[in-house]
């Protein structure tokens, strides 16, 4: 499946945070998506994973206008993909039942019910694949635990784990390794590289330059009220077309 944003604009408020803004994201490609602080790489993953529709422009999946279609055919779409939010939300109860939880989670409910949808759509059979899930992150020995007892870290990967046991035909992850240590973290690159391999279509959203340019094909780099420029990660790194992309890359913060 390939899920693209296209002239999008989006904002809070008054305030705009990016327009013109298009990027997709194809079966068996790693795209990352680099930028300062604040520019919009969450919100844009929170519009290609359709927790709503943006201000201007298109989400599409498979070319269908995702906004414009019903109810229906948009939920069977939201189904097929999988997002990792910047904090991982976890809810109150093992590692297990967290990484089996095969329900797209919304933020804004409460635990309350979360917690209960969590009880009814967890299935013995689900098991199984949390668990293949939990040991491609390295948390399967944690399976029983108490998620409210792991470090920022582990619950990280949990919730990684989790996104990756619902079989996503695409996965949005929002700076998946940030509170990991080296070792984790080419623990996670390895599965995102594993989820490639198996034909999804990763789009991360990192501060990690080296990550960028160890496992993306492609390089969206997002600086000022949009993407600047998109292309292969080799070409980004070693010879942007865009002069903003090097000072960003070497560490010279513009805006
Ligand atoms: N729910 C919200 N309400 C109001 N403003 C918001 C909301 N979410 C994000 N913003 C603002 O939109 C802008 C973009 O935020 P966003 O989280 O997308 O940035 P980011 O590129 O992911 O940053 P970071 O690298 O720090 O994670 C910021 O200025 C932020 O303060
Ligand atoms: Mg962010």
Redesign the pocket.
Known sequence: MTVEAIDVRH???D?T?FEDVSLSIRSGEVVAII????????????LLALFEPPEAGAITYDAEDVWHCSDRRRLAYRRRIGMVF?EASLFDASVRRNAAYGLRVRRSWPDRIRQALARLFTTPNGTGDALEALETVGMREQADQQAASLSGGEAQRVAIARALAYDPEVLLL??PTSELDPRNTAVIEDAVLAAKNRGIGVAL?T?DMHQAERIADRVAV?LGDGIIEVDDAETIFENPADERTRKFIEGELIY
């Open positions: 904002g809070y408020g305030e945070v930028g300062p602080s604040g520019v919009g790489k969450s919100t844009l993953l929170r910047q929002d700076e959203a501060h997002f």
